[in-house]
């Protein structure tokens, strides 16, 4: 009851190719930010071809896809952050795994190969989504793009999605799941550190100034670094976060890194939304925005909440986490801890009530093939790639009784988990 497909990675110019000629394009995209950013930037390409396209967002879009495709048509299907390894059964799939570098990167590539000018910073948010930055990640052209039409412009300062006046600055501190810091979840704590750092102490001011920004990005460092739990890759990880690239007209929102948030966000909140915005960018309407980020602040919030409250054990090799979390929000806090609080390689996040679990490693480790192991033994659900996966129980066709076998099913099924994910 795996679900997964192994599909075959395409190269850029393959896949320009084949998208060229397409009838039709489907589009079934992991549900991250840069498999989503990814794919809007080949719906852009499909629709500046004037061919049909469909786009969605799948926890599995490997398994997705082939439930959608079918033999013998002329349709491209691409599934992106999708596993893989082996070549699909069924015609006309083709895929961007996102494993050697970020999605956002080779569909920038593929409008590149099709003459088309591709949006750079929506490329730049899915790197910083797939958790590297741009300068380090040879994001092709897309940087150099940004920076030659002013796109962006590097500045003093912490990435969150809009900084139009204090209190904006403050939620997207407390919402952020870029960092994980004393203020995360914490709005009034966020609303206090502004206020010492402003010598104006005038908080309703439309903004701060570049020394205040500057300022508050060394105490964030220094907040994160020095938490209790925080983990050797906590400074490592906040490099997507300080200094960051503005996005100099603010649209749709203040910073490429917030932009990445946002869309991290809605590929596992509101993909209707997700997808809607970063295709529209053009013609972006401000309810839509208004929409984002309001999803994105829930989000956050829900994250740290579930992490603030987790049960945590340390085993070799992996550290575990028993939360109460919203199924949008367990593959998040995963990669939260895993960067910001683990001090193991491998975050494993259960929610024994739901039945659910969420994985993330560090360096890839075949999380998604261990996970797929581990669900065909409990007959669950599994997927994922190199570095994260996920499990759900909830097809789970077993017979529990009121004397708690759902919790001896979850018990064993995290033990399983744990000891797979060691060896």
Known sequence: MTGSTAVTEADPK???GVVRDAPFVRLVARDDGDALAAAALLARVA???????QVRVSADPGGAIESLASDGSDDVSIAIGANGAESSSVTGIHAITGDRRPASTTAFAVAGELGIDADPVLTLAGIIAAGTVPESNDPGDALEAAKRRDLVDRRPGVAVPSMASSEDLAE?????TLFRAPVSGDVEAARSILSALDT???IDRDSLSNDDHQRLASLLAVEVVGMPTASERSASALERVLRPYAIVDSEPFATVGGYADVLRALAREAPGTGIALAISKDDLDDRLRTV???????HGTTVHRSIAGATTSRYDGVFVARVDAPSG???TVAEVIRDFRSPEPIALVIDADAGRIAAAASEPVGIGETLRSVADEFHATGWGGPTRGGLDMADVDD???AAGNGDRDA???LAATREALRT
Request: charged content about 25%.
């Open 47 to 53: 629709r500046n071809l004037d061919t049909p396209y």
């Open 200 to 202: 104006s102490a005038t």
């Open 411 to 413: 018990s064993e099924l």
């Open 14 to 16: 393959t896949l320009a």
């Open 292 to 298: 984002a980020l309001d999803e994105w602040r829930s």
């Open 329 to 331: 929000a367990i593959a």
């Open 172 to 176: 997207g501190l407390a919402a952020s």
């Open 399 to 401: 017979e529990r009784d």
